[in-house]
């Protein structure tokens, strides 16, 4: 008869959300001035030079460093989006960019739920109140609340990565609507990144509230709540069921 496997020490299962967490608060006091709009203005040339001389490395390098400064939550997320179509232009920028951005978001969603999460979907589901009633709502639409929520940009990127992690949201549900939620956003971003070149030659900064323009912001707000119709559906549906 085999002997049953030992209980995972639950410090060894919060190791990496503790690494990440003091990664991110020595990264915010070391790192604040030097990944920002600024350093990329100050080192085009570098970076153009290097970029046509090992266009490969310089994409893998860029990608990691993307992961990197997501996953551990670092300043400098919006500077990275605008790196990458600077350096790659619309196209592969947008797509380096959204395959960097989920991936690092996935990181940190794995360590939360890991350190954190199972333990406090437990307490959730142990009593019964309000909150396990929100947490069974966006359980039954994961989906559309999610690509809703990051369509949106209401809630901080960080919190949309920690959020569904602490709720229990499914892993592939969780990447696929964070690909496709950020897509818009990010080719926003990547398309001013593109167009940087000009902005550095007349030594200007660019316009980084571009998204929240009504041309622009209307119809995301439009597709989000295109996304939450099913949703919405759903509900009334339900209420009609129990009347």
Do not use: C, Q
Not at 25 to 38: C, K, V
């Amino acid at each position: 008869m085999k002997e049953p496997l030992p209980t995972p020490s639950p410090w060894r299962a919060r190791l990496p959300l503790l690494i990440i967490a003091l990664v991110a608060i020595t990264g915010a006091f070391m790192f604040r001035d030097h990944l920002s709009f600024e350093t990329l203005r100050d080192n085009r040339a570098a970076l153009i030079a290097f970029r046509d001389s090992h266009y490969l490395l310089t994409a893998l390098g860029f990608v990691v460093a993307y992961i990197a400064i997501v996953a551990f939550s670092l300043p400098g997320a919006t500077a990275a989006t605008l790196t990458g179509g600077f350096l790659f232009g619309l196209f592969p920028g947008v797509l380096l960019n959204l395959i960097a951005a989920t991936i690092g978001a996935i990181l940190i969603f794995l360590a939360v739920r890991a350190g954190l999460g199972r333990a406090f979907a437990d307490k959730i589901d142990a009593g019964d109140g309000r909150i396990k009633r929100i947490k069974e709502a966006i359980r039954e639409n994961e989906f559309s609340v999610l690509f809703s929520l990051r369509l949106m940009p209401v809630l901080p990127f960080f919190v949309m990565n920690v959020l569904p992690a602490l709720i229990g949201v499914r892993l592939s549900v969780f990447a696929a609507s964070t690909f496709f939620g950020i897509m818009p956003g990010g080719m926003i971003y990547t398309w001013v990144g593109a167009g940087l070149g000009e902005v550095f030659a007349r030594d200007e900064t660019p316009d980084l509230g571009l998204i929240f323009e009504l041309h622009i912001l209307g119809p995301l707000l439009g597709l989000a709540a295109l996304s939450l119709l099913p949703v919405i559906v759903k509900t009334l549906r339900k209420s009609e069921g129990e009347t």
